[in-house]
């Protein structure tokens, strides 16, 4: 099983850019459809980007046009380059790993916090 570790999290200005990574480590990370997920204060955590079975990427309407999401097979690294950042997209943002592509397998890294501030 993956291990998931985020890096790349701080504060930003309003309209800035940041990219946050995802380190896994373990021998099957291709069995996994990755992903990224946040959690602001007070509300439920909410998909942000995910890889699909077919290696297609489905983002969240609120995301869609801002933030990318790519990963890079051979260093098992997951990125999320988000730009035109606004303060609601402050939260913790969390690395998942969906065995077989299957949600009820996830595993979860331990989060990064963005902070957007106007």
């Known amino acids: 099983q993956v291990r998931l570790a985020e890096s790349g999290g701080g504060s930003v200005q309003a309209g800035g850019s940041l990219r946050l990574t995802c380190a896994a480590s373990?021998?099957?990370?291709?069995?996994?459809?990755m992903g990224w997920f946040r959690q602001a204060p007070g509300k439920e955590r909410e998909r942000v980007a995910r890889f699909e079975a077919d290696d297609s990427i489905t983002y969240a309407d609120s995301v869609k046009g801002r933030f990318t999401c790519s990963q890079d097979h051979d260093k098992k690294l997951l990125y999320l380059q988000m730009t035109s950042l606004t303060p609601e997209d402050s939260a913790v943002y969390y690395c998942a790993a969906d065995h077989g592509c299957v949600a009820g397998h996830r595993i979860w890294g331990q989060g990064t916090e963005v902070t957007v501030v106007s």
């Open positions: 373990g021998n099957t990370y291709r069995s996994y459809c």
